[in-house]
């Protein structure tokens, strides 16, 4: 059974709406900007990529995650008609006890709930791989019929609290995020919500859907190596992209861009360029590579529902993104990473992303023919 995203939602730096995102990243517009929320001077870094905000108004996960819950549910043009109806929902988090069920439960159905209904929720917090690991369980599910819809959601707030966590680790970037850049120092935070509307073909089919992409392979691994740091080698990373790829019948010769990581730290980025030049270094025409992270931050829980959403916009908008800040390649890796905006048509995009606790997962997009 084939799994597809029908809709999008977006709350970035860029401010809401897929829209907004997708051209602010295709013009090349960084979205970094000095730390609001709290005083972060005494950090090693003080920007970040910050949801805007109205004078006096403030956002909170809840409200994040609403709008772009909204915003998915109008894109895909899909309509709950009674509780009974009402599609599952996963969402992936850092700080899941900060979600509010029944404010999901309202955003999904447009009003509460009906008294005794009983919507199936789920949340998963494993990191900067909770949405992406969400969006793999919504794909089981839909497989094994658990579920003909899910809505998947991803959250993140800027709070002091993590920015002080990454300061302390030393992986905050006193200046600008520069993925996959020689002289990289470090990563920038950022804030948001994306949400995917994820259904089998047939029912997308049934009621004439539009479709972004088809979720071809999903895979997970653990480096089961360290706490923070990724195994020098890369080989969790390795085997969770050769999951996707398998279970999406694709060689690595078959792939036309790679959606990396690339938070612009010096261990990560290496580990990731490693990886990715291990198992593409062979084919004749090197596969793009590019980050996003330098242009809305590193939005941790929400960062791999953000990223599939980029691959599905760049298979039906036919572009492949910049990475904002890169100059100079390290001069072992041979990859043709994107330093410009590209116009081009691509059938299948992989995005990857891996996390604290040497969790790594994957996910393989291809574009769907009318």
Request: net charge neutral.
């Amino acid at each position: 059974m084939k799994v597809v995203i029908t809709g999008i939602g977006l709350m970035t730096a860029f401010g809401k709406g897929a829209d907004c995102f997708v051209k602010n990243i295709i013009d090349q517009k960084d979205g970094i900007t000095t730390i609001e929320r709290f005083n972060a001077e005494k950090y090693r870094g003080n920007q970040a990529g910050q949801v805007p905000l109205s004078p006096g108004q403030a956002w909170d996960m809840a409200d994040l995650l609403e709008a772009a819950i909204k915003e998915a549910l109008t894109d895909a043009e899909l309509s709950i008609e009674n509780d009974a109806t009402a599609p599952s929902w996963i969402v992936g988090t850092s700080y899941g006890y900060l979600i509010d069920r029944e404010r999901v439960n309202r955003a999904i159905l447009g009003r509460d709930p009906a008294h005794g209904a009983h919507i199936n929720g789920q949340i998963i917090s494993m990191a900067c791989v909770s949405s992406t690991h969400a969006i793999g369980l919504a794909k089981y599910y839909i497989e094994s019929r658990k579920a003909d819809c899910v809505i998947v959601g991803g959250v993140e707030i800027l709070r002091e609290v993590i920015h002080a966590g990454f300061h302390a680790v030393r992986a905050l970037s006193p200046d600008k995020c520069c993925p996959f850049d020689k002289n990289r120092k470090g990563l920038v935070l950022g804030e948001g919500a994306g949400v995917l509307v994820i259904e089998s073909q047939q029912r997308a089919n049934q009621r004439k859907a539009k479709i972004y992409a088809e979720i071809a392979g999903f895979g997970s691994a653990s480096d089961a190596f360290h706490l923070t740091a990724a195994i020098p080698n890369g080989k969790g990373l390795e085997v969770a992209i050769l999951k996707a790829l398998t279970q999406a019948q694709l060689d690595s010769k078959d792939l036309g861009y790679i959606n990396a990581h690339g938070a612009g730290t010096i261990q990560g980025d290496r580990v990731e360029s490693i990886v990715f030049q291990r198992i593409f270094g062979g084919t004749k025409n090197p596969i793009p590579v590019s980050s996003i992270k330098a242009a809305i931050g590193h939005t941790i829980g929400a960062g791999g529902v953000i990223d599939v959403a980029l691959s599905g916009l760049c298979l039906t908008k036919n572009f492949l993104p910049a990475t904002l800040n890169f100059k100079e390649p390290e001069k072992e890796f041979s990859l043709d990473y994107v330093t410009a905006t590209r116009e081009k048509k691509v059938d299948t995009v992989l995005s990857v992303n891996f996390a604290f606790g040497g969790n790594n997962a994957a996910v393989v997009l291809k574009k769907v023919r009318p």
